[in-house]
Every structure is written in C-alpha cells, then in structure tokens.
C-alpha cells in the first residue's frame, strides 16, 4: 500500500524568507503523480503544485517549486518569497497513474508566516 | 466557470442518526470523489463516483454510500452515525482521465 510521511507537523518562516517542507512517500508503483495542496482557514483544498514521475525536471509554479528524487521517494515543496497568504496547512499528497483517481495525503504542515 | 459546492456548510447530529451530504461538481466534470478528514488529519478517501456508478472504495464501511446523479452531482449517506464520525468531508470533482481533482469547501460534521 502507498504511504505519504510529512514528517514536520509545523513550521515557521519570516516574511520574504524561503521555506521548504519535506514529504516522503512509499510505492512499488513507477507511473504516478505527486501533489502540494494547500488549506487554508477557510478549509478549501487548493492545488499548489503537480509533479508527474515520469517526468526528471521538477515542477515551479511561480514562488513554488519542487525536489522531486524519485529514487528516494522524496517530494519537498519550495516556498520562495514567503507572504503572509501563504500560512496554510499544507499536504503532500500521491495519486496512482491507474484507472480511478484515489488521493493519498500525508498528516500536513502547518506552516506559519512570522510579519 | 462554476467551482465546487458543498450543502450544508456545517451540521450537528446525534449518535445513530443518518445524514446526508450534497455535492455539486464544477461544470463539465464527470467524477466526483469523497473525502473524510478528522480533525488534525490528513483527507482520506472514502471513494469515487463516475457515470453514476462507484469507481473505487477506501477503507470505510457499508454504512458509508452514495449516489451521484446525472448531471454528475453526487451524495454521501452515512447511516448509524458513530462519534468518530465527526469530521470535515470533502468532495472533489475531476474530468475522468485527468489527474487534477478540484476541492469543494466541505461540511463539517459533529456527532454528538
């Protein structure tokens, strides 16, 4: 079965700092993909980022970008530029490549932004 | 574009009571999955529904089912609710075959 480990329950970062959350999952699969997802207060999921594993370059997607290293199963998630939308729960998340869309997610980040 | 909806926003029942959750996908998808997150927790999916037929299962008990409709809006029904029912449910709507599934606000639950 696949797991997904976020193995810092809570961070914190000032203002225009860079952070990064770490995320490692499990999988005898080779085709997948990998996800961030952010949730806010207002308790929306919402996609951050997406990394498909067959592809090596890693996925940005503005201030957000990603470590993926498939050989060691790691997902870490880049915020760059640190602002105060950005305090979140935030969740690393695996979805197989097979027929149905299941979505795996870790316990989450809870990530503070220190003004 | 109309996003994801959920009904109700929150709602609090009694231990052994049903209770039933609404979900409306965002226009033009065709799947709707089902997520409960307990307080504290990761989501974990309950499962999927696509062209009204359920197309995947987690770990949840029969008493956990639902329906999705033609226009690919979707229930969750939980009969003989128990404490630990308590949680946020999520429901998620995607276009089969794409990876990308998009999050409606959720219900919280309370049972007391």
């Known amino acids: 079965a696949q797991t997904v480990t976020q193995s810092q329950p809570e961070m914190s970062v000032q203002e225009a700092e860079t952070v990064t959350l770490s995320c490692t999952y499990d999988?005898?699969?080779?085709?997948?993909?990998l996800f961030w997802y952010k949730q806010p207060p207002s308790r929306q999921m919402i996609l951050v980022i997406r990394?498909?594993?067959?592809?090596?370059q890693n996925a940005t997607e503005n201030r957000f970008s990603v470590n993926f290293q498939k050989a060691a199963k790691s997902f870490s998630l880049k915020i760059s530029d640190s602002q105060l939308g950005d305090a979140a729960m935030y969740f690393c998340a695996y979805r197989s490549a097979r027929a149905y869309d299941k979505i795996i997610f870790g316990k989450g980040t809870r990530l503070h932004i220190l003004p | 574009e109309t996003g994801v909806t959920q009904s109700p926003t929150h709602l609090i029942k009694t231990r052994g009571q049903q209770v039933t959750l609404r979900c409306s996908s965002q226009?033009?998808?065709?799947?709707v999955s089902w997520y409960q997150q307990a307080l504290g927790q990761g989501p974990q999916f309950i499962f999927q529904?696509?062209?009204?037929?359920?197309?995947g299962r987690g770990n949840f008990p029969p008493r956990f089912s639902g329906l999705q409709f033609p226009n690919y809006s979707s229930e969750l029904n939980v009969n003989a609710l128990e404490l630990d029912d308590s949680a946020l449910y999520l429901c998620a709507s995607s276009l089969q075959g794409f990876n990308e599934q998009y999050f409606g606000p959720g219900t919280r639950l309370t049972v007391t």
């Open positions: 990394q498909e594993a067959y592809k090596q």
């Open positions: 529904y696509y062209r009204e037929e359920e197309n």
């Open positions: 999988t005898s699969e080779s085709d997948y993909y």
């Open positions: 226009s033009g998808h065709n799947t």
